[in-house]
């Protein structure tokens, strides 16, 4: 069964430094998600892309955040630079379509831990 | 904005007890509903869904949910839970409006005891 991946898995990082995640969507899927999940909390909407254009990224904190799908197939976050506050699981999903009838596969997310 | 609230942070019961989740979201127009269930380990993945029509739906591993218009409800429930239903839900809000962006409540943990 095709999945989302996503690396690292964990990543620790002190505050001030810079912090990437990489993100593979399901193969055919032409939209993209980013979240941001803080512990005891739900999922977050970060960005949404659409192949390679950027459909949302009204709760993106553009001063530190980015976000790129360069070719419209994989994904990379950026954090710089990153803040204590930054700490969370950062979870990448996919769809076939950005249409509310189709469902959104999630990875299995990258644990940050900004020191 | 539409948002979504959860009203338990945590449950706790034992095997055969029946479970209601609850979820209420604020939104004035059309949506769809949705709840996830993270397992232990595992990634965010779909129970079941309500776009329209019959407001009991029926989702995966025996549970099932009920919208309530008037209540801005949708409800989770399972008739006899199993210690393998251990794991953290979420209950999700789309506005049709808002393409396909989904709105997550906080969560709630359930851990059954065998």
């Known amino acids: 069964e095709a999945e989302v991946a996503q690396s690292p898995r964990y990543k620790i990082t002190e505050k001030s430094q810079a912090v990437a995640f990489w993100c593979d969507p399901i193969s055919g899927h032409a939209t993209l998600y980013w979240y941001r999940q ?47 506050g930054d700490s969370a699981m950062y979870l990448c999903a996919s769809s076939l379509v950005g249409q509310p009838d189709y469902e959104q596969y999630f990875g299995p997310g990258t644990r940050l831990t900004v020191t | 904005a539409q948002s979504v609230s959860q009203h338990n942070h945590h449950v706790i019961l034992s095997e055969a007890a029946s479970l209601e989740l609850g979820c209420n979201y604020s939104y004035g127009g059309t949506v ?82 065998p």
Do not use: M
């Not at chain 1, 950026?78 to 803040?83: C, G, L, N, T």
């Not at chain 2, 008037?70 to 839970?81: A, I, M, Q």
């Not at chain 2, 393409?99 to 851990?111: A, E, I, P």
């Open chain 2, 32 to 113: 769809n509903l949705f709840w996830y269930v993270q397992y232990p380990g595992q990634h965010l993945q779909l129970l079941l869904k309500y776009f329209s029509g019959d407001p009991l739906v029926k989702g995966i591993k025996g549970f099932e949910a009920e919208f309530i218009k008037s209540k801005f409800s949708f409800n989770l429930r399972k008739p006899s839970v199993q210690w393998s239903d251990t794991a953290e839900y979420f209950c999700a809000v789309n506005a049709r409006t808002a393409g396909n962006k989904l709105t997550f409540g906080g969560g709630t943990r359930v851990l059954v005891k």
């Open chain 1, 38 to 84: 803080i512990l005891g909390q739900g999922p977050e909407l970060l960005v949404q892309f659409q192949d390679e254009s950027v459909v949302d990224d009204s709760q993106l904190p553009k001063d530190r955040f980015s976000a790129e799908r360069l070719k419209g197939v994989d994904s990379t976050l950026k954090i710089q630079p990153a803040e204590l």
